[in-house]
Structure formats: structure tokens, C-alpha cells
């Protein structure tokens, strides 16, 4: 069956760096766009970052966009998320998903994916 887990969140301070992995299986990574979301304390989840099925096109919400580097690996099947200058602001649940869409880049919405990761705190003191 699909599984998607993620690893890679802690504990940062402002400013600082980490970079979250998703390791996906159980279905044919190649052919999905895969998206990063995260849910803040008393908030919705929102959309952080997508990548196309072939990596070639991806987007960013304006908040992290010059900040964080979304990517994937075919070969491995994983997507990560690398999370550079690191605001408090950022603090959240991160979670990996996969598009329900083949060969496109992958809606901003949460509905256009069915299946979810279980998340991974991240944590930026300031």
C-alpha cells in the first residue's frame, strides 16, 4: 500500500537550517507531483512547496519562496524539502503528499491529493 515518511524535523534556531526527507513507496513515484504542507499551532494546514512528477517544475507559497528547495529523486523515491534561514515563523507539523494528478505539477489545494505522511515538527526558537 502507499506509504509516505518523513524525517528530518528538530529543534533550530532562527536563521538556521534543516532539510525534511519523505520516502515514498508503494506506488509509482515517477508518475505523481508530490507537495510539502504544514499546520501551525491553532492553524489550517497550508501549502508550502510542489514538484512536478519529473521535477522540472515546482512552486513555492510566497512565504518560504527564496528560502526553501523542493526536490526529488526518482531513484530513490524520495522528495525533500530544504529549509534555509529558518524563521519562528515557520514553526509547524510538515507533512509530504501525494498528487492524485499524473505528469503535472500538483495543485496548491489539499484536495488534489489522497494520500498524506504523518508529519514532522518543525521547531525555530528565536
Known amino acids: 500500500q502507499v506509504q509516505l515518511v518523513e524525517s528530518g524535523g528538530g529543534l533550530v534556531q532562527a536563521g538556521g537550517s534543516l532539510r525534511l526527507s519523505c520516502a515514498a513507496s508503494?506506488?509509482?513515484?515517477?508518475?505523481?507531483?508530490m507537495g510539502w504542507f504544514r499546520q501551525a499551532p491553532g492553524k489550517e494546514r497550508e501549502f508550502v512547496a510542489i514538484?512536478?512528477?519529473?521535477?522540472?517544475?515546482?512552486d513555492y507559497t510566497d512565504s518560504v519562496r527564496g528560502r526553501f528547495i523542493i526536490s526529488r529523486d526518482s531513484e530513490r523515491n524520495t522528495v525533500t524539502l530544504q529549509m534555509n534561514s529558518l524563521k519562528p515563523e515557520d514553526t509547524a507539523v510538515y507533512y509530504c503528499?501525494?498528487?492524485?494528478?499524473?505528469?503535472?505539477?500538483?495543485?496548491?489545494?489539499?484536495?488534489?491529493?489522497?494520500?498524506w505522511g504523518q508529519g514532522t515538527q518543525v521547531t525555530v526558537s528565536s
Open positions: 503528499a501525494k498528487s492524485e494528478r499524473l505528469f503535472t505539477l500538483p495543485p496548491r489545494q489539499e484536495n488534489g491529493y489522497d494520500y
Open positions: 508503494g506506488f509509482t513515484f515517477s508518475y505523481h507531483g
Open positions: 514538484i512536478s512528477s519529473g521535477g522540472s517544475s515546482v
